[in-house]
């Protein structure tokens, strides 16, 4: 995608200051064949300075190499640079983002890097709990777009999930006229600028803090596997599922027992799980009777298979058995059963 070479421009660059400047600029910024970069505490231990006056030096070098002739020779190169970040965020993209569509050689990456901080025509902002490091070549841009996403994440509950295509909607009424010219690649990777906003490895989004987006083990990806599913699944389904949509492996054992302990899975049958968010309640068969006939009132049998076959996997003789409990219910003269008082 750029048509220049990130190492030669920056040994140009380099060329024109002094020997210390020269080598704390490499040092700082992964520079050398290695690409190690060091802290300004490492690089003062190594001059016998401190860190402050590392980071004057490392001012001073910039400074100089954005005064001198060969930046001036460079002008078009960094032409290039602003060009390539309107054309990717539209005047606004996410550092990891920018660096990620350059190159793969984390070296390069370093000069690339590096050619950003010295460009005069394009600006960074620093990262904070709301946004990665982003680099900017219109500040109005930057800031409504920064503001759309703070409100997109405040729309989020906690733990919700949706598709690409809703928090994108949601995006777009937030930017107003902004959004209009753009596309949805801009719009995309604007979303990736912040650090609140999240997308989980089957491509839904939410608060990136949610364990359903910031999946971690195997519950997490227990839980996307059943929502993926739509339905109750058998516990050694639900591992097959793990495997199959992430490559990573489950053991069934052990993914028994992570839905036995989250609260997010309710057993509905023999081994069959379902999420709690689908409306199903935890508890045995008689615990459902209860809670139906307490809600409910008095039911026909009929009525009452129809609603627990809603909450459990079970057979309608399972249900009848437990109907006979005469210390939890009472069949009244109609036929009908109720709450035993």
Request: aromatic content about 8%; some cysteine.
């Amino acid at each position: 995608m750029i048509t220049f070479k990130p190492k030669q421009i920056t040994k140009t660059l380099l060329a024109v200051l002094p020997e210390r400047a020269r080598d704390v600029l490499e040092k700082r910024y992964g520079l050398g064949k290695d690409g190690e970069t060091l802290t300004l505490e490492a690089i003062g231990q190594t001059y016998g300075i401190t860190r402050e006056r590392v980071r004057q030096i490392e001012n001073y070098g910039i400074q100089s190499i954005q005064k001198s002739d060969e930046y001036k020779k460079h002008f078009e190169l960094f032409v290039e640079i602003q060009k390539l970040i309107d054309q990717l965020g539209g005047g606004l993209v996410a550092e990891h983002v920018f660096l990620d569509e350059m190159t793969n050689d984390p070296v390069v990456r370093n000069h690339l890097y590096f050619l950003l901080v010295v460009g005069d025509s394009f600006y960074r902002g620093k990262e904070n709990p709301h946004y990665s490091h982003r680099w900017f070549t219109e500040r109005k841009i930057a800031e409504a777009v920064e503001t759309a996403l703070v409100k997109v994440h405040s729309s989020l509950d906690r733990d919700e999930l949706i598709s690409e295509q809703e928090i994108l909607n949601r995006f777009r009424s937030q930017l107003a006229e902004i959004a209009d010219k753009h596309n949805e690649d801009v719009l995309k990777r604007w979303l990736l600028i912040s650090k609140q906003i999240g997308c989980n490895p089957l491509g839904d989004w939410g608060p990136a803090d949610s364990p359903n987006v910031r999946v971690k083990g195997v519950r997490d990806y227990a839980y996307l596997a059943v929502k993926r599913h739509g339905s109750p699944m058998h516990f050694r389904e639900v591992s097959e599922a793990i495997q199959k949509l992430f490559g990573h492996k489950a053991h069934v054992a052990t993914t028994h027992n992570e839905l036995i302990k989250d609260k997010r899975f309710v057993l509905v049958g023999r081994g069959l799980y379902a999420l709690t968010e689908w409306g199903y309640s935890a508890g045995v068969v008689k615990d459902v009777l209860r809670d139906i006939l307490a809600k409910e009132g008095p039911l026909t049998r009929e009525e009452i298979i129809d609603k627990v076959r809603k909450e459990r996997y079970v057979k309608d003789n399972t249900i009848i058995v437990n109907l006979q409990d005469h210390n939890l219910f009472r069949r009244l003269s109609n036929g009908a059963y109720t709450l035993a008082e």
